[in-house]
């Protein structure tokens, strides 16, 4: 089991442009939450995903967007990018009723 | 609100010597408090949950519920444990959301 990945390692965009950043959970997991983490801060939760749908949002503004698919995996989708939107962004996964979160490598995301 | 506090962005020590990484927390409800690690290229990874009582690699923290505190802590630092060090809490509630603070980097001097 490769764990959690994510998928692009990097990213570079302009402002105003959309994004799409890729998830796919731990082996046995069901459960998928987004987290943003800029330079020099603790991560930021965003969102979580269970049964493909919404089930938990931090304070992020509507144009942060996810989906869960049947498999479990997940995507994260920011519209009109900000240059504050510049941060790693990490996928968690989890299985419901353990309270414990693994961890993706993380998607850099650059807005120039 | 929910909030981690962890006071100092980087502590230094040299090897051999206690190291003692601060954690404060605000939540009215009864979190559950982890802490999480960062080595040098490597993701973030899960050290230890206050409710599981452990002690890994060496390292134990106490839930001081009076105190809102989440100390970690180490009798003798090791090379190996320099890292970045995030304490973290979430509701007792299954795969709830984690509230972060915002690191502290411990560097450990030979």
């Known amino acids: 089991d490769a764990g959690v990945t994510q998928s692009p390692t990097h990213l570079i965009k302009t402002r105003g442009q959309q994004v799409t950043l890729r998830c796919s959970p731990k082996?046995?997991?069901?459960?998928v939450s987004w987290y943003q983490q800029a330079l020099g801060q603790g991560p930021q939760f965003i969102f979580q995903?269970?049964?493909?749908?919404?089930?938990q949002r931090g304070n992020f503004p509507d144009r942060f967007s996810g989906h869960q698919f049947p498999n479990y995996s997940s995507e994260l989708n920011v519209n009109a990018l900000l240059l504050g939107d510049s941060a790693l962004y990490l996928c968690?996964?989890?299985?419901?009723?353990?309270?414990?979160?693994?961890f993706g490598p993380g998607t850099r995301l650059t807005v120039l | 609100a929910q909030r981690v506090t962890q006071p100092e962005k980087l502590l230094s020590v040299f090897k051999g010597a206690p190291v003692e990484l601060k954690c404060n927390y605000s939540?009215?409800?009864?979190?559950?408090l982890f802490w999480y690690v960062q080595y040098s290229r490597q993701r973030l990874q899960l050290l230890l949950r206050?409710?599981s009582r452990e002690s890994i690699k060496g390292f134990t923290a106490d839930l001081n519920k009076g105190e809102t505190s989440f100390h970690l802590k180490k009798p003798f630092a090791q090379e190996e444990d320099s890292a970045m060090y995030y304490c973290?809490?979430?509701?007792?509630?299954?795969?709830?959301?984690?509230?972060f603070g915002s690191g502290t980097r411990l560097s450990i001097r030979p």
């Open positions: 968690a996964s989890s299985f419901t009723g353990v309270n414990e979160q693994f």
């Open positions: 082996s046995g997991h069901d459960t």
């Open positions: 995903y269970y049964e493909e749908e919404e089930r």
């Open positions: 939540y009215s409800g009864s979190p559950e």
């Open positions: 206050h409710i």
């Open positions: 973290a809490l979430s509701l007792y509630s299954s795969a709830s959301k984690i509230i």
